[in-house]
């Protein structure tokens, strides 16, 4: 398969954009998992649901300028707006209780949120265009490729880039790193973690919804999207560690490329494959790839 | 937990339950046949979440395990039938074993996900296995023996089987074992600082659970006929947990109580709207925010008062 | 009990008294589609087909002199929900006949209460060969839709003649792919002896990202592609092909209904030009006779001017039933099995034989190159000209 470099280079792009779109979603799962500890089952139904709005908003806005733009910054909004919603009427009075409660919890969402887009978007697959200037693809200098890729490339980086900046230099992201590590020492120190907890659940969210709006123009909008997405992304939380900002970028880079060049080198048992790894970094390091040993 | 009120309406639903075919209704005997295969497949699903405090996200597994090796054994390999329905729960229980001697390893959280992965392996490898399991179309045409291919004679046959499971279970939990089981649940550090060996405790409850959800996977196998893939996907799993809370987990047989709830509601809701979805959420909803003992706990809560 | 719950219990068993005696004037068939979950869409419109037949029926008298009803259960998608809800339609609902289905599990789960419970059972919609295959084969069981190896076959046809010489497949991992491929492989090699096969792409199940296969296609160098990306998956695949260049690059036939109006429609300009796909039904090709008073009929119902594909498939599935029970003068299952093995019907789409050996419809199918409609009113792609392949020379 390496004696073609043009292919092995295409693959890897191909991989690379897979997983980065991935991340984004990825991204905001693990952030709520590491925070709340909440696994949350819902967040494959804020994506489907970021991915509807999207394309109701392109809609909206045909013919303004850059409506993509906005439609997928507005399915963000959408969605935190949801969460912050969801998250002070009834999943707030869940924190106390046992995981099982906030798990079964997350499961009522995914059924009401599924009927949802049923209700208001009906059945039939859509379909939101690729945005202007991005239906073509690029000259690299060895072979082209699709712009949007290349864009969503990008974009995992400044979601990546902007997160790290985020929990690692500002003073809210300081209070999520504790809240992540102590939350008792936190609330004896006097911080609002309520706050906290309902900030990132309202901003993993919204990462869930700009996911979906991204994603949009790549794949198609259909029922059942949600149940798809949310096990890969499991897959990536636990490959990385939950909970691990950085191990969700890594485990949504092996998830893609495995799923470029997973096909070239074991294409029968691909699908098996990626349920064996899962079970593999769980049995050898069930804290995941870059995910930290909890004091148990 | 045994009072006289409650052996009296334990023998009036069993009574119900053997007069049942009475009534003449082959509706009523296929749909309590199947509430009594999900209701033993719930209470060996608590036998981990309730007494055990292990939330499990992969126990489809075992029984899709037990499905196909009942489908198999009995069908492709022609082994009389009590051979073949006893070596179904064996596989079943011995693919427990291994499982959960990696699973009981872990804790919370990352016991929950291991599950969860191996669930995903055991669909993945029957989605693949197309010789022996049949793939996506399914394993059909399951050769259940004529003297139990009659509605009302396998009907009893379940119950049976149920019964005797369920009874096993009710000595287990409330054996030496059982309270140990419950203590790991209550505070692991006390448990192992009196010398209980959690892990293994753990392990027994894993292949315990396994073992009879093994043996719903071949009693559901026998009573359609058929096995399909979708009973390993990990929404069969979450449907058994729905069933346990929704009964109620700290009782022994609220997840059957769960189970019966639930395919009552799929049955009829599903008539008239289509967004049936919601209905059962907002009934969960109701049941996590309002009746978080479960309907049994309910049922239980309101009688004391009643006292 | 009261003494008041105790009368409603009377009435009600009163009630259902005079309903059972009146159930002899009545046939009552099942139908099983999916209306929630990812295939819906299709079992909602093949529904109405069924219901449109039930009316038609009706208004003019009745079959035999009874009234036909339609009792819908939804199946989900799931087999064994399907099969959990087709005993329930036999146990509590007494019906005389099956019909629906749309996955292949599904069908497979139907085709099994069918024979236990010695019911007819028509599938609609399930292509995959298992169904009918020797070992899963039985009296009760027969097949409206057309099956893998029609549909492969047509598509092999189509290669010829678009004179593909190396071809790439992609089919979805599953057994709607490998049935296809089978076929397909099978009849090119037997016309076209000349082409080769090679590279075979088997995207998983449940995959979103074909870009991978995409690209292995690209560089394979094949002049053609045969596909098994069916119409739910079809959107997304065109999206990520087209920018690659995939489908100025190779000729692209394709199976799975993405031919179907109501996909290129939805897909609009992303619906690639110049693909050769394939549909149950499109509405415009022609208006005469019974198709046109269907579509007639379609649209007025509907509510719309472009009708979707799949009502046709419910409406000719049960019209099986129907024609089967008027021809063989009651609804004893014997007499309807032995009047639908050999029996020739005229439907909306054409005329159709039920095969007497395996109890398969010849279905064929329409196939066309998707091109830009140059009419105004309809401007989507659609297939330019439309032509019906026809099944018996295809099957086997």
């Known amino acids: 398969m390496f004696d073609n470099p043009m292919l092995t280079f295409i693959q890897l792009l ?26 949350n089952f819902a967040h494959g139904a804020f994506y489907m649901l970021g991915g509807y709005v ?8 045909s013919g303004v300028p850059g409506g993509f733009w906005l439609a ?9 707006g949801m969460a912050y919603l969801i998250e002070r009427t009834m999943l707030r009075h869940l924190y106390e209780r046992d995981h099982l409660y906030q798990l079964l919890f997350t499961f009522a969402l995914v059924m009401i949120i599924g009927d949802l887009v049923r209700f208001t978007w009906g059945t039939q697959v859509l379909s939101v265009s690729l945005p202007p200037g991005f239906k073509g693809a690029v000259n690299l200098g060895i072979a082209y490729y699709p712009s949007y890729r290349l864009f969503l490339c990008l974009m995992g980086v400044i979601v990546a880039v902007g997160m790290w900046y985020f929990v690692n ?13 102590d939350r008792e020492m936190l609330e004896s120190l006097g911080i609002n973690v309520g706050r906290i907890y309902m900030l990132t659940f309202v901003g993993g969210s919204a990462l869930a919804g ?7 123009p790549a794949v198609a909008l259909s029922q059942g999207m949600d149940a798809e997405i949310i096990v890969q992304c499991f897959i990536i939380v636990i490959i990385g560690g939950l909970g691990s900002l950085g191990g969700a970028f890594l485990g949504a880079l092996i998830l893609g490329l495995l799923n470029s060049f997973g096909v070239m080198l074991v294409p029968n048992f691909e699908i098996v494959l990626i349920y064996l790894m899962m079970v593999v970094v769980l049995m050898i390091r069930p804290w995941g790839l870059l995910g930290k040993p909890e004091a148990q | 937990m045994i009072t006289q009120r409650n052996l009296i309406l334990l023998g009036i639903v069993g009574a119900a339950l053997l007069a049942l075919p009475l009534i003449g209704s082959l509706f009523a005997i296929y749909l309590v046949n199947e509430i009594l295969i999900f209701a033993l497949f719930a209470l060996s699903f608590n036998l981990l979440l309730g007494y055990g405090g292990l939330i499990s996200f992969g126990h489809a597994a075992y029984f899709a395990i037990g499905a196909y090796a009942c489908a198999v054994l009995l069908t492709t390999f022609g082994w009389p039938f009590f051979l073949a329905f006893g070596a179904a729960a064996v596989i079943s229980a011995v693919c427990a074993a291994v499982i959960g001697y990696f699973c009981v390893k ?7 996900m291991l599950t969860l992965a191996f669930a995903q392996l055991v669909w993945a490898v029957a989605f693949k296995w197309i010789a022996v399991t049949g793939g996506d179309t399914g394993f059909i045409g399951v050769a259940v023996p004529d003297w139990l291919d009659v509605p009302v004679r396998f009907y009893y046959f379940t119950i049976v089987v149920v019964a005797l499971c369920a009874w096993i279970m009710w000595r287990i939990v409330n054996s030496a074992y059982g309270f140990t089981l419950v203590a790991t649940r209550e505070n692991r550090n006390r448990a192992e600082f009196i010398g209980v060996d959690v892990k293994r405790i753990q392990l027994v409850a894993f292949i315990l659970a396994g073992t009879f959800a093994g043996v719903a996977g071949s009693l559901f196998t026998l009573f359609n006929h058929s096995v399909f893939v979708e009973s390993a996907w990990w929404t069969q799993s979450a449907e058994v947990m729905i069933m346990s809370i929704l009964g109620g987990v700290g009782t022994f047989l609220g997840p059957a109580l769960g189970a019966a709830t639930l395919l009552i509601l799929d049955r009829f809701i599903t008539e008239w709207t289509v967004y049936w979805p919601t209905f059962l959420a907002i009934i969960l909803l109701a049941v996590l925010f309002f009746f978080p003992e479960g309907l049994m706990g309910f049922a239980s809560k309101r009688k004391k008062k009643g006292e | 009990m009261d003494k008041k719950s105790l009368l409603l219990t009377g009435t009600v068993l009163s009630l259902s008294a005079t309903a059972a005696f009146a159930e002899g004037d009545i046939i009552k068939i099942g139908a099983l589609y999916p209306t929630s979950g990812p295939c819906q869409l299709i079992g909602e419109y093949s529904l109405l087909g069924t219901e449109i037949l039930a009316e038609e029926i009706n208004a003019a008298g009745g079959l035999n002199g009874k009234q036909i009803e339609v009792i819908h259960r939804d199946s989900k998608c799931d087999p064994a929900e399907a099969t959990a809800m087709a005993r329930d339609l036999i146990a509590r609902e007494e019906v005389d006949f099956l019909v629906g289905g749309v996955s ?3 069908g497979q789960a139907i085709s099994e209460v069918s024979r236990q419970e010695e019911t007819i059972y028509i599938a609609a919609i399930p292509k995959s060969t298992q169904m009918t295959s020797p070992e899963n084969f039985h009296k009760f069981v027969f097949r409206a839709a057309a099956n893998t190896n029609t549909e492969g076959k047509s598509a092999a046809v189509i290669a010829d003649q678009l004179e593909m010489n190396k071809i790439c497949t992609i089919l979805m991992d599953y057994s709607y792919g490998h049935s296809l491929n089978e076929a397909f492989t099978a009849h090119i090699a037997k016309i076209r002896p000349e082409a080769e096969i090679v590279q075979q792409e088997w995207p998983k199940n449940g995959t979103t990202d074909y870009t991978a296969h995409i690209t292995n296609i690209m560089a394979a160098g094949c002049d053609g592609v045969f596909s098994g990306v069916w119409a739910g998956l079809f959107p997304a695949f065109a999206k990520q092909a087209a920018p690659f260049g995939f489908f100025n690059q190779v000729k692209y036939v394709t199976a799975g209904e993405v031919g179907s109006p109501e996909v290129a429609e939805q897909m609009g300009a992303d619906m690639p030009e110049g693909i050769w796909a394939n549909s149950y039904e499109v509405f415009y090709h022609s208006a005469a006779d019974a198709h046109g008073e269907f579509t007639a009929k379609l649209q007025e119902k509907l509510g719309v001017e472009n009708t979707p594909s799949w009502p046709v498939v419910g409406y000719v599935a049960a019209q099986w039933l129907t024609e089967a029970i008027a021809k063989a003068g009651s609804s004893e299952t014997d007499a309807v099995i032995a009047a639908l093995e050999g029996l020739s019907i005229d439907t909306p789409i054409g005329p159709q034989t039920m095969r007497a050996e395996d109890h398969q419809a010849n279905r064929g199918q329409f196939w066309g190159k998707m091109v830009q409609s140059a009419d105004d009113s309809y401007p989507y792609r659609r297939m330019e000209p439309v032509s019906y392949v026809v099944a018996d020379e295809l099957m086997d």
């Open chain 2, 106 to 112: 872990l804790t919370e959280i990352y016991f929950s």
């Open chain 1, 169 to 181: 230099r500002t003073r809210a992201g300081r209070f999520v790193r504790a809240a992540r590590q």
């Open chain 3, 104 to 106: 292949s599990s599904v």
């Open chain 1, 54 to 61: 999207c394309f109701s908003l392109v809609k909206l806005l």
């Open chain 1, 210 to 216: 700009f996911g979906g709006a991204l994603a949009a």
């Open chain 1, 14 to 39: 191909n991989g690379l954009s897979l997983g980065m779109s991935l991340f984004v979603i990825a991204a905001g799962l693990t952030l709520i998992l590491g925070v709340l500890r909440v696994l």
């Open chain 1, 72 to 80: 997928a910054i507005g399915s963000a909004i959408a969605l935190a």
